[in-house]
């Protein structure tokens, strides 16, 4: 089945960075569209940055310029580098994988907390 580890969230100051990782098993990765997303309570799961199959990539407002989405299909990952974080990302982040007929994958969620 199809499986979606997280890694590499924690705490850190504003202005700090973090790399966020997720590794993905039990699909032909390469045919799907993947991405993140993160949620605080309260509120709905929100878009940050979704990369394509061709390379394409969408960031929500509120991170361009600070965080970076790359992908490497030969290994099965997908990365969020996030820079300039402040206490507004403060968030559980979730990888997401989509298959060429719009099915959903997503992992268990790492959370990152920017805080002093």
């Known amino acids: 089945q199809v499986q979606l580890v997280e890694s590499g969230g924690g705490l850190v100051q504003p202005g700090g960075s973090l790399r966020l990782s997720c590794a993905a098993s039990?699909?032909?990765?390469?045919?799907?569209?993947v991405g993140w997303y993160r949620q605080v309570p309260g509120k709905q799961r929100e878009l940050v940055a979704r990369i394509s199959t061709g390379g394409s990539i969408k960031y929500a407002d509120s991170v361009k310029g600070r965080f970076t989405i790359s992908r490497d299909n030969a290994e099965n990952t997908v990365s969020l580098q996030m820079n300039s974080l402040a206490p507004e990302d403060t968030a559980v982040y979730y990888c997401?994988?989509?298959?060429?007929?719009?099915?959903?994958?997503w992992g268990q969620g790492t959370q990152v907390t920017v805080s002093s």
């Open positions: 039990g699909l032909r990765f390469r045919y799907y569209s």
């Open positions: 997401n994988a989509e298959s060429p007929l719009a099915a959903m994958y």
